[in-house]
């Protein structure tokens, strides 16, 4: 199994940046996919970027995209989520995931971090 940590998240004012980290021990993750997830209070979770194993393939959800940017690091076995131009709206739990396709929903994804809180005030 691949066990994945996220890191980097905390308390920000809109318009900031944060940059958040997802580290991967048990194996390599350089034949998964991986992706970013977040759930706010009350709503469910939802889609936020992916990328594809050799970072040819990326998505992202409309909300995010040209504010966010998701990459990868194989060789150090990380996943990172540089978010910017961040608004209160982006507040949530983060977590990362990998799997086997660079897919939108969580079903196509095989092992999950615990997540971590970013909130970003107005």
């Known amino acids: 199994q691949v066990e994945l940590i996220e890191s980097g998240g905390g308390l920000v004012q809109a318009g900031e940046s944060l940059r958040l980290s997802c580290a991967a021990s048990?194996?390599?993750?350089?034949?998964?996919?991986m992706g970013w997830f977040r759930q706010a209070p009350g709503k469910e979770r939802e889609f936020v970027a992916t990328i594809n194993w050799s970072s040819a393939v990326t998505y992202y959800e409309d909300s995010v995209k040209g504010r966010f940017t998701i990459s990868r690091d194989n060789s150090k076995n990380r996943l990172y989520l540089e978010m910017n131009f961040l608004k209160p709206e982006d507040t949530a739990f983060y977590t990362c995931a990998a799997g086997g396709i660079a897919g939108s929903t969580a079903q196509e994804y095989d092992y999950w971090g615990r997540g971590i809180q970013v909130t970003v005030s107005s």
């Open positions: 048990g194996r390599t993750i350089s034949s998964f996919a």
